[in-house]
């Protein structure tokens, strides 16, 4: 079983269309994040939810919308893709806020035309 | 969380040890030292972390100086599949909703 799991694997879109990640962990943890890998391979944090409340929002813009409708999933949602959030996405758990033993998804090779 | 340091890039042999080495000369008491690696198309894989004994687990070893200003990845018999980026991060564990910091890594590769 894949303890962290997102889909799609890849996501080829045009400029301005909405898409949405989905991330599921079967951990039983409680925090779960998101962060971004650019082209030149920064692993940046995006977003952090513990127990379904967003905790951190590392000045992400506002197109980008995490949605943890329980504790097991922390979905990601983008509004008007532009050609600049071409990246590589990957969700995250951890046993609690102070755990940075995460365990991470596969990834979400997201590209916008 | 306090800055690190690590070389750009290593080479090692397969079936030799590889020494990965991270500076953390601003670490403060209460700061763990952990490591990751990614291997190229995966997420990152969470390894070992320590706060100033030396450790060890199924994948590697890791010596921390005595003055917890650094230290060394240990891969006892690497493989060609350890070729990867390798991150050093040192985080509190108090640090409450802070997160992994990763900076730049070490990319290993393991050649035949």
């Known amino acids: 079983d894949t303890a962290v799991s997102q889909t799609p694997k890849y996501l080829v879109t045009q400029m301005g269309n909405d898409k949405s990640i989905k991330c599921e962990q079967n951990?039983?943890?409680?925090?779960m994040y998101w962060y971004k890998q650019d082209s030149k391979k920064f692993l940046k944090i995006m977003f952090s939810y513990n127990n379904k409340e967003l905790i951190i929002n590392e000045t992400v813009p506002n197109r980008f919308s995490p949605k943890s409708p329980d504790k097991a999933h922390l979905n990601l949602h983008i509004n008007s893709l532009e050609l600049g959030d071409s990246a590589v996405y990957f969700c995250a758990s951890s046993q609690s806020v102070a755990g940075a033993e995460a365990f991470f998804g596969q990834g979400t090779r997201l590209t916008v035309v | 969380d306090a800055k690190t340091t690590q070389p750009t890039s290593m080479d090692c042999a397969e079936g030799r040890a590889a020494n990965l080495p991270c500076n953390h000369s601003t670490i403060s008491g209460n700061e763990y030292v952990y490591w990751y690696r990614q291997i190229h198309s995966q997420g990152p894989q969470y390894i070992i972390h320590?706060?100033?004994n030396n450790e060890t687990n199924e994948m590697a070893s890791l010596i921390i100086t005595e003055d917890r200003k650094s230290s060394t990845l240990i891969l006892p018999h690497a493989t060609l599949r350890d070729t990867a980026v390798y991150y050093c991060?040192?985080?509190?564990?108090?640090?409450?909703?802070?997160?992994?910091?990763f900076g730049k890594g070490t990319m290993l590769l393991v050649s035949p």
């Open positions: 320590g706060l100033k």
């Open positions: 991060i040192v985080r509190g564990l108090n640090s409450g909703y802070s997160t992994l910091t």
């Open positions: 951990l039983g943890h409680d925090t």
